[in-house]
């Protein structure tokens, strides 16, 4: 009995692990993008707030909270647009929206990671999150079309 060398799952997608790559590289890739977003956000929110006197109430209504809200949405969004629309390689709808959700959701859990290059680093120590997750961004990105070439 022949085998295919190249079978195709349940739902139609390639079979021996193929998207693996893909999507651990897009996952990867995605996440990094939002918290580079958020992290940028939040330098931002520093910038617009240094010199203001420390509060025991937050301000809701100035541009940092404006900046501090839209740039924390708008940095789970961007990962999980960016993970569906690379991962269009992946057939069901249902699994693409899943690894959208999850890179969403693991970019407001890696943007803690802002807390500590903050406390520890001030204002600089958010653009070196951003940079480092910039240059995470590249890497992920040249696997992502590497393997868009290879599988194309």
Sequence with gaps: MPTDPNPAGPVGEPGGGGLVGLVAS???????LGVAIIGASLWVVVTLRAGTPPSDVPDTSGPAFTVLIGGTFLGAAAAAGVAWSLLQPIGSAYRRGSFAMVSAFATLVAMLLAIPAHRLLGPPGLVGLVVLCGVGCAIFGRQVARWGRRHG
């Design 26 to 32: 897009t996952l990867g890739l995605a996440i990094l």
